[in-house]
């Protein structure tokens, strides 16, 4: 921590700040009083964020409620002497368990791998020698001195700086190196981003040196206060874990009311209390969809497996579905959606714009120009090495450097043409740097900088191979060029040259005269894939929103490039944030398209006032300052290249390769899990609900129990498990991405498909229960036939019926039939096994079944696929229907919470 966090450290002079924390910005502390002061403020570290160890990962998959009725009802069977079905309820439970516990252990570990050791030493000064420590070793008071590629190790009040450039990207998100000057003394509610007398813990300098105080350390610098917002934020449920929920408790009650009808209707007829009873209990756990948990488990880890192939990795299972439900992204401009890079993409010359990759000679010759009044052509010179494949001296120049090579511009023989003499560096009071070079006899001067400076020491301008004089006309063309490009967010950089005569000398005062040449403008360019994602998204009815540290024109400039921002959309600004309440908030939220200038406190905000307005949020970034957003949306997600630790720790989702469009991919896919999801969810609530009606109708009609608990639990099982996994593998529909979201607080399923639930469990029953009174009564066969034929019936019923649930609206052979193969193999297999109970000697008692003729498997297959040919005929009379009403997607909001 900090010796006093009520300072406001950026509003002091450097000399007032140093003597606050009593120290000298001279010769630093002494070794005693940081030894003191370590023992005082403890060790420069923040707390680890987010971790989660084995025991609470593995613990974590026994408390969903589903779970918990499992484990209830494995009890029960026990206690009734059932005991394989008991063993097969606690399997249920424990594979469910250690699939969920395996991918997510998976997934800290391959965290943990990622995870890069921030600033692991620091060069301080204590009694007046520099010395090299442990970063977890400074200490509030100590004089750290920064050179360029050195990682900031705490909060420091810079004293004196040369230069300096500090890149605050993952702090702020400004896409800039941030120019520092230790002289300033600013306002006292200057934002984060301004604070030019300030460097920050986790950010990197990049040019020139500083020598600065540490004013905090830990967990009370402004990582630090970001890393504790972090552990502020609660982790909820994921939709897919609140809908299972609600639907558990719903199907629990349901159950238990329908089960105590038929106990209730059986003693009314006289049947055994113990018989009834355990048949209501068999009921019950089989109306339970055990295997729900497991396959919604399974699917989603194969979801996950396949999302790594994808360059995506999941931290938690239930991500993948939650990725399907999103609405909203909020995505960080900076390394998100552009490349964090800075490239020289437009120029003015010759009174006109010229776009790369177009290289007319003009332009050519201009970044020629710019090329020469670089350090890096400089540093190239000296030592003889043109291929700039070191370090940068800093983005900008960077820029210049790739853009002049791009183009053609040949640095070897550029040098031989001009010879180097001198330099009048950079300093960020001028705003620009002049080279002087000898040519063919000449000297010449280049100068480079910000163009309302430049300008002004301009003269002349060049227009082709003419120079002429810079008229007050043509200056006002040359500074509206430069307003229409700095306008759309382009970093503009002047480039002007001037004569010398043989004897100047090469000050600051050679800077007049000049001849301007034209412009370079710079950007951080969009990455060549994000236009194609934000159309996706679009047309996946999900809304970006460019969440970033940027100025408005900037942030504007880029989202309108890519697509985010078109004439509808609004840009809202971190001043206006704060000037608005929640509700105002949650209101304004409704249009804009772009929130610039913001801190991680107006991330938090936004990203709460869309969760209030029922959006599903994703917020995507890579810099600490997303964190605490990443956190509180519904899914983080992180970056896993330029990503920061905090960053990962709080994110449900890494992105391996730093892809923005990996995000839509991950969309699509979890809206084919999610898909699958209620595929098989539906298969098996039908196919429970024909088990209840069939009992349930037989008791009331006063028949004999069509079917004994054994047969009940013997159905269940081979229909829950191999078809139900099978369907958690179909492949995803045609189309799926171009439907809206689900809404955040709807049921697991629309009214059509709560209406045909029911509808098809009693088609299911309907078909059992006739062919059991036919072959009984109306065949006049015994009691043990018409229970094995009913028993087959139900069985084979369901296996069609797994074929249907496909798709509600496409036919399953518009599909095709070998889509799936899984599901045919599966149906195949859970075939055989009943074969074997119907055939098998010595099973026949435990199942109490008796062999069935030819021509009753005939017959039983006719009646068997009527659900399937029912629904092959209902499906495009439906698709009929709702295009000829163009009814809009039905969600049946029932059930709220």
């Known amino acids: 921590m900090?010796?006093?966090?009520?300072?406001?450290?950026?509003?002091?002079?450097?000399?007032?700040?140093?003597?606050?924390?009593?120290?000298?910005?001279?010769?630093?502390?002494?070794?005693?009083e940081a030894a003191s002061r370590l023992a005082r403020y403890g060790p420069n570290a923040l707390k680890q964020v987010g971790a989660r160890r084995g025991p609470k990962i593995l613990l974590a998959q026994f408390t969903d409620f589903l779970v918990l009725v499992l484990i209830g009802a494995c009890i029960v069977s026990l206690f009734l002497g059932e005991y394989v079905d008991a063993t097969a309820i606690l399997a249920i439970v424990v594979l469910n368990g250690v699939l969920g516990f395996v991918q997510e252990y998976r997934a800290e570990k391959s965290l943990q791998a990622l995870r890069e050791m921030a600033a692991p030493k620091a060069a301080v000064v204590r009694d007046g020698r520099e010395i090299v420590v442990d970063t977890r070793e400074v200490v509030p008071g100590d004089l750290v001195r920064l050179r360029a590629g050195d990682r900031v190790p705490a909060d420091l009040r810079l004293v004196e700086e040369y230069n300096l450039q500090v890149d605050e990207a993952a702090l702020t998100g400004e896409s800039l190196a941030i120019e520092k000057q230790a002289a300033l003394a600013l306002d006292d509610?200057?934002?984060?981003?301004?604070?030019?007398?300030?460097?920050?813990?986790?950010?990197?300098?990049?040019?020139?040196?500083?020598?600065?105080?540490?004013?905090?350390?830990?967990?009370?610098?402004?990582?630090?206060?970001?890393?504790?917002?972090?552990?502020?934020?609660?982790?909820?449920?994921?939709?897919?874990?609140?809908?299972?929920?609600?639907?558990?408790?719903?199907?629990?009650?349901?159950?238990?009311?329908?089960?105590?009808?038929?106990?209730?209707?059986?003693l009314l007829r006289g049947l055994p209390a113990h018989e009834m009873f355990l048949t209501a209990v068999s009921l019950a756990v089989a109306a339970i969809p055990e295997g729900l948990p497991a396959v919604v488990t399974i699917s989603l880890a194969i979801g996950v497996q396949r999302m790594v192939k994808r360059h995506a990795l999941i931290r938690r299972l239930s991500s993948v579905e939650t990725l399907g439900s999103t609405s909203v992204i909020c995505a960080d401009k900076t390394g998100t959606l552009t490349e964090n890079k800075m490239v020289a993409r437009r120029a003015y010359v010759n009174g006109r714009e010229v776009v790369r990759p177009d290289a007319p000679d003009d332009l050519k010759e201009l970044l020629?120009?710019?090329?020469?009044?670089t350090s890096d052509f400089i540093s190239a010179v000296g030592v003889g090495d043109f291929s700039f494949d070191g370090e940068r001296s800093n983005p900008t120049e960077a820029a210049l450097v790739e853009a002049a090579l791009d183009v053609g511009v040949d640095a070897r023989a550029l040098a031989g043409r001009y010879?180097?003499?001198?330099?009048?560096?950079?300093?960020?009071?001028?705003?620009?740097?002049t080279a002087v070079f000898g040519r063919?006899?000449?000297?010449?001067?280049?100068?480079?900088?910000?163009?309302?400076?430049?300008?002004?020491?301009?003269s002349a301008i060049q227009e082709?191979?003419?120079?002429?004089?810079?008229?007050?006309?043509?200056r006002a063309s040359v500074q509206a060029a430069n307003a229409d490009l700095a306008g759309r967010g382009l970093r503009v950089i002047a480039v002007a040259t001037r004569l010398l005569s043989d004897d100047e000398e090469v000050t600051p005062a050679l800077e007049r005269d000049l001849t301007f040449r034209g412009y370079v403008a710079i950007d951080d360019p969009p990455r060549p894939e994000v236009y194609e994602a934000v159309r996706k998204s679009r047309l996946a009815h999900i809304t970006p929103i460019m969440v970033t540290g940027d100025h408005r024109a900037t942030a504007a400039a880029i989202a309108k490039e890519v697509g985010i921002l078109d004439e509808k959309g609004a840009v809202l600004?971190?001043?206006?944030?704060?000037?608005?309440?929640?509700?105002?908030?949650?209101?304004?939220?409704?249009?804009?398209?772009?929130?610039?200038?913001?801190?991680?406190?107006?991330?938090?905000?936004?990203?709460?006032?869309?969760?209030?307005?029922?959006?599903?949020?994703?917020?995507?970034?890579?810099g600490v300052n997303d964190a605490p957003a990443l956190k509180e949306a519904d899914i983080g997600v992180a970056m896993g290249i330029t990503g920061t630790d905090v960053s990962k720790e709080a994110s449900d989702m890494i992105l391996t390769d730093d892809n923005f469009a990996t995000i839509v991919a991950a969309v699509e896919e979890g809206r084919g899990i999610y898909a699958n999801i209620k595929k098989f969810v539906h298969f098996l609530l039908s196919c429970n609900a024909s088990e209840l009606l069939v009992m349930i109708i037989a008791t009331l009609g006063g028949w004999p129990l069509p079917l004994l608990p054994i047969q009940i639990l013997w159905v269940n099982l081979i229909t829950d498990g191999a078809p139900a996994l099978a369907l958690g593998v179909d492949p995803p529909e045609v189309g799926l991405l171009l439907k809206r979201p689900r809404p955040k607080h709807a049921f697991l399923f629309d009214g059509h498909e709560l209406r045909l639930i029911p509808t098809q469990g009693l088609f299911?029953?309907?078909?059992?229960?006739?062919?059991?009174?036919?072959?009984?009564?109306?065949?006049?066969?015994?009691?043990?036939?018409?229970?094995?034929?009913?028993?087959?019936?139900?069985?084979?019923?369901?296996?069609?019926?797994?074929?249907?649930?496909?798709?509600?609206?496409?036919?399953?052979?518009?599909?095709?039939?070998?889509?799936?193969?899984?599901?045919?193999?599966?149906?195949?297999?859970?075939?055989?096994?009943?074969?074997?109970?119907?055939?098998?000697?010595?099973?026949?008692?435990?199942?109490?079944t008796v062999p069935l003729s030819l021509r009753d498997w005939g017959l039983m297959l006719v009646i068997s696929s009527l659900p399937l040919i029912f629904m092959e005929i209902y499906k495009p009379l439906y698709a009929l229907v709702k295009r000829t009403r163009r009814e809009p997607e039905d969600y049946f909001g029932v059930f709220p919470e």
């Open 440 to 458: 063919d006899g000449d000297r010449v001067a280049v100068v480079k900088g910000a163009p309302e400076i430049v300008l002004e020491l301009c």
């Open 189 to 266: 509610d200057a934002p984060l981003a301004d604070r030019r007398n300030m460097v920050y813990a986790g950010t990197v300098a990049t040019y020139g040196r500083g020598n600065g105080v540490v004013v905090a350390t830990g967990m009370g610098t402004e990582l630090g206060r970001i890393a504790a917002m972090v552990q502020e934020v609660g982790r909820e449920h994921t939709p897919l874990q609140r809908r299972l929920a609600r639907l558990g408790k719903f199907l629990v009650w349901a159950v238990l009311s329908l089960c105590g009808v038929v106990f209730a209707a059986g």
């Open 464 to 474: 082709g191979a003419a120079v002429r004089p810079l008229t007050a006309e043509a």
């Open 368 to 373: 020629a120009t710019a090329l020469l009044c």
């Open 764 to 848: 299911i029953a309907a078909a059992t229960l006739g062919s059991y009174l036919t072959v009984l009564y109306g065949f006049g066969e015994g009691l043990a036939t018409a229970r094995t034929f009913a028993f087959s019936v139900l069985t084979l019923s369901q296996l069609f019926h797994a074929l249907n649930c496909r798709s509600q609206t496409r036919s399953f052979f518009a599909l095709g039939p070998f889509s799936n193969p899984w599901l045919l193999y599966a149906v195949g297999f859970s075939l055989l096994l009943h074969l074997g109970v119907v055939y098998i000697p010595f099973l026949q008692p435990i199942f109490h």
């Open 573 to 622: 600004t971190g001043r206006e944030i704060d000037a608005l309440s929640h509700e105002g908030l949650i209101d304004e939220l409704e249009d804009v398209r772009v929130l610039a200038r913001v801190t991680p406190e107006h991330k938090l905000r936004v990203v709460r006032a869309l969760r209030a307005r029922g959006a599903v949020v994703a917020m995507t970034g890579d």
């Open 419 to 433: 010879e180097f003499q001198a330099e009048v560096p950079f300093d960020s009071g001028r705003k620009r740097m």
């Open 2 to 32: 900090a010796g006093n966090v009520d300072v406001i450290w950026h509003s002091l002079p450097a000399e007032k700040a140093a003597a606050e924390l009593d120290t000298s910005p001279r010769v630093g502390l002494k070794a005693e």
